[in-house]
């Protein structure tokens, strides 16, 4: 609801003590949207959004991923449409980064560990991640990009 200026605001979710909030986002069509999670040894997953139970103002959540040695922390988590043609970019604290795309993260339940997204070097950990979204058109743009530069790469030089 829309409060003053000089208020405090209202609480959204009451978190444990050492817990705290990594993302935020706002879901416009559950039936069709899934959740990524990324940890920060390089796993990863997606779940569905109906798997969690709608809660009102100030609750307390709901279990998301099986933290563990082997998982790390939870690093970030984006909402994507199942429609979404995307790709995932994952950035390492040592700079390591891959780019994946959207439809090869496997869709598992709510307290899994999920899979490993990026293989990590000794002591490395992931840092941050990114969701492209690609638009319909650009797809095509792109390839013909793609295309020009191979043919320019590979034409002789005089």
Same mark, same amino acid.
């Given at each position: #609801?829309?409060?003053?200026?000089?208020?405090?605001?209202?609480?959204?979710? #009451?978190?444990?003590?050492?817990?705290?909030?990594?993302?935020?986002?706002?879901?416009?069509?559950?039936?069709?949207?899934?959740?990524?999670?990324?940890?920060?040894?390089?796993?990863?997953?997606?779940?569905?959004? /109906?798997?969690?139970?709608?809660?009102? #103002?100030?609750?307390?959540?709901?279990?998301?991923?099986?933290?563990?040695?082997?998982?790390? #922390?939870?690093?970030?988590?984006?909402?994507?449409?199942?429609?979404?043609?995307?790709?995932?970019?994952?950035?390492?604290?040592?700079? /390591?980064?891959?780019?994946?795309?959207?439809?090869?993260?496997?869709?598992?339940?709510?307290?899994?560990?999920?899979?490993?997204?990026?293989?990590?070097?000794?002591?490395?950990?992931?840092?941050?991640?990114?969701?492209?979204?690609?638009?319909?058109?650009?797809?095509?743009?792109?390839?013909?990009?793609?295309?020009?530069?191979?043919?320019?790469?590979?034409?002789?030089?005089?």
């Amino acid at each position: #609801r829309p409060l003053g200026r000089a208020s405090i605001g209202v609480r959204g979710i #009451r978190v444990k003590s050492g817990d705290e909030v990594v993302e935020m986002d706002i879901i416009k069509d559950p039936e069709n949207t899934e959740l990524l999670v990324m940890m920060e040894n390089g796993l990863g997953k997606m779940t569905q959004i /109906q798997d969690y139970r709608f809660q009102s #103002r100030g609750g307390s959540g709901v279990k998301t991923a099986n933290i563990t040695t082997k998982t790390g #922390r939870i690093i970030g988590a984006k909402t994507i449409g199942k429609d979404t043609n995307g790709d995932l970019i994952i950035i390492s604290k040592s700079g /390591q980064t891959i780019r994946l795309h959207t439809k090869h993260i496997p869709s598992q339940g709510r307290a899994t560990q999920g899979v490993y997204l990026m293989r990590m070097k000794l002591n490395d950990k992931v840092a941050s991640i990114s969701l492209i979204e690609n638009v319909a058109g650009e797809e095509e743009q792109s390839s013909e990009e793609e295309e020009t530069l191979v043919a320019t790469e590979t034409s002789p030089v005089t």
